[in-house]
């Protein structure tokens, strides 16, 4: 795309041009694709309800645990534990319900023994150090060593005495009836952009329903052990040390009229970690104490309280329609029908390639793909080659191809250099079949029956002991020019030995006719004056296009393109220059001598 340069740049419409196949196969793989590609962008749109501007919610959430657990602590207690003693409202969406304790009564502040351990243990005074502590301690050491029993010592600590025991929670749980507690949420959720706010408990709900998964998925009341048994848990097993579970209420709304749903759905997850060896502080637990008066001495009563902590996550979006969320999504998906088109350029640039038409040659001998690709790559790709000074472009009379030469010669003869080989253009004469046939005056030779078409047989213009070794035809002379001027004068006609290019009447009748040279010339300026001074030089710039526009048909090559000597040298004996001094090759240039 061009710069703007003034005014008139920018009203302007820049298009590409488009190259139409004509093709069943490829036809039927364009509308294939095209029909798939169209099918996803449809299902994706109303599946995932892409056309909707969606957004996410806002939470609260409260919680309500109801059950009677009763517990033998040890042969002789009895105690009926109601909701009070057994939850614990956390900070955020998360409650605590207690599964089995450790109890230490009746505790006081003085000094006591602290509980025998192999870091506590003692035989004199000298094991224990006056004032220490440390988180793992009851106490503050006072430095002596006193009986903890009939045969262990520990060091006396200042602490809440007797301090707790160190031992394993009990076995089964003592509120191993919890799994029949249930417990209630109540979540509100709200869409502030949409304007929408809601709750999961519906009007007119029965307080006495139990959520189940099919049976009664709306459900706001769950049962602790239901909970447990959805995830293939065992609620006694977890009972003793506790753990985490994870409650999830996933909201996904739709809060268009026609189609109007939001409710929210349940799963459960343990979150804490189930393969956890016990030397790596397994379960939840936590203590806590209740302290009250005895005599005008305060006492506490330490509790080491295992439980389950659940945590409730709520998370979803609420969609609405929203017409520029519409046409943003099609707008994106419109690169996707591009897809065919890259599959089939794919298709047409890989079987058109030379390794591949070998290949699906060997494999399947009856498929023919490659050389109606190749028509098709040919149509649809035109390779141009960098200009350089070092490039060069040279035809030989018995190749059917054309050579490219992109190299210093540095004093090598250009007929030596192999070069790439580069298929010749294809010629469109349809152009050429439209313009009026010049009237011919002069005698030049004519192809008037197919023999004269082909090469005459003349002799050679040099004997073989004299002309140049480069020669292969007999008719090219020595270079004039010189250094590396003087390799680029030395080509031949032909690869191999055989008549010269020269010889032919084509020749004669394409380059050295001077009525078709002055039709050329005046066809491209009408009133160009024949200056009789400057007409040979016309007459041979316009033979040396001639030339280059027959044998390499291509405008790319028009200004790299090299004429053999022999062609180089008939063209100026037919159109002399005066003074007899050509200054050759000229690159790059439009035309390739310019003397």
């Not at 605590?96 to 870091?119: A, K």
């Not at 035989?123 to 004032?131: M, T």
């Not at 519906?202 to 239901?226: E, Y």
């Not at 996707?336 to 298709?347: C, E, H, N, Q, R």
Request: positive net charge.
């Amino acid at each position: 795309m061009c710069p703007c340069c003034n005014w008139r740049d920018v009203c302007k419409y820049e298009t590409a041009k488009v190259i139409r196949i004509q093709s069943k196969t490829y036809g039927t793989i364009r509308w294939t694709l095209l029909m798939i590609v169209f099918l996803y962008v449809c299902f994706a749109l109303l599946s995932d309800k892409l056309y909707q501007r969606k957004e996410p919610l806002i939470s609260s959430v409260q919680t309500k645990v109801k059950g009677v657990a009763e517990v033998k602590d040890g042969n002789t207690k009895t105690r009926v534990l109601d909701t009070v003693d057994y939850t614990f409202p956390l900070q955020g969406n998360s409650f605590f319900v207690m599964t089995n304790f450790i109890s230490t009564e009746g505790q006081t502040q003085g000094l006591c023994p602290e509980y025998p351990t192999r870091r506590t243990l003692c035989s004199s005074d000298k094991g224990c150090k006056k004032g220490k502590k440390d988180t793992l301690s009851k106490g503050v050491q006072t430095g002596k060593c006193i009986p903890y029993n009939a045969t262990q010592k520990t060091c006396e600590v200042s602490a809440w005495c007797p301090v707790e025991p160190e031992r394993d929670a009990p076995r089964p749980a003592l509120l191993i009836s919890a799994e029949n507690f249930t417990v209630l949420i109540k979540n509100n959720i709200d869409f502030p952009g949409h304007n929408y706010t809601t709750r999961n408990i519906l009007p007119g709900v029965n307080i006495t329903c139990t959520f189940h998964k099919t049976q009664n998925p709306q459900c706001p009341i769950f049962r602790l052990g239901d909970i447990f048994q959805d995830v293939g848990e065992n609620f006694s097993d977890i009972a003793v040390q506790g753990g985490i579970m994870g409650i999830e209420i996933y909201w996904h709304c739709n809060l268009d009229r026609w189609f109007h749903s939001c409710r929210p759905k349940y799963s459960f997850r343990r979150l804490d970690d189930r393969t956890t060896i016990e030397s790596l502080y397994p379960g939840n637990n936590f203590r806590f104490a209740k302290y009250y008066m005895e005599g005008n001495i305060e006492k506490r009563n330490l509790v080491k309280a295992f439980g389950i902590r659940f945590d409730i996550l709520v998370f979803g979006t609420g969609g609405k329609f929203d017409l520029i969320q519409m046409v943003v999504y099609i707008g994106s998906t419109l690169s996707y029908f591009g897809l065919a088109t890259v599959f089939i350029d794919f298709l047409i640039d890989t079987y058109s390639s030379t390794c591949c038409r070998s290949h699906v040659y060997r494999c399947c001998p009856v498929c023919e793909p490659c050389g109606v690709n190749e028509y098709y790559y040919r149509k649809k790709c035109e390779s141009v080659d960098e200009p350089k000074p070092t490039l060069k472009y040279i035809s030989f009379v018995d190749e059917p191809h054309i050579r490219m030469v992109d190299q210093q010669l540095l004093g090598k003869s250009l007929q030596e250099i192999e070069g790439e080989e580069v298929p010749r253009p294809r010629r469109d004469f349809t152009d050429l079949a439209k313009l009026p046939q010049p009237s011919r005056s002069d005698s030049s030779p004519r192809p008037s029956f197919p023999e004269a078409i082909q090469l005459l047989k003349q002799e050679p213009r040099f004997p073989s002991q004299t002309r140049p070794k480069w020669c292969h035809c007999g008719h090219c002379c020595p270079s004039q020019m010189p250094g590396n001027s003087k390799c680029l004068e030395e080509l031949c006609c032909r690869r191999q030995e055989g008549p010269c290019i020269t010889t032919s009447a084509l020749f004669e009748e394409l380059v050295l006719s001077r009525s078709t040279l002055h039709f050329i010339l005046l066809y491209q300026e009408p009133l160009l004056e024949m200056d009789a001074d400057a007409l040979n030089n016309q007459l041979r710039h316009c033979a040396y296009r001639s030339y280059i526009d027959w044998r390499f048909g291509s405008e790319d090559m028009a200004g790299f393109a090299i004429l053999p000597s022999c062609c180089r040298w008939k063209i100026r004996d037919h159109f002399p220059k005066q003074d007899g001094k050509y200054s050759g090759f000229k690159n790059p240039s439009p035309y390739t001598y310019l003397e």
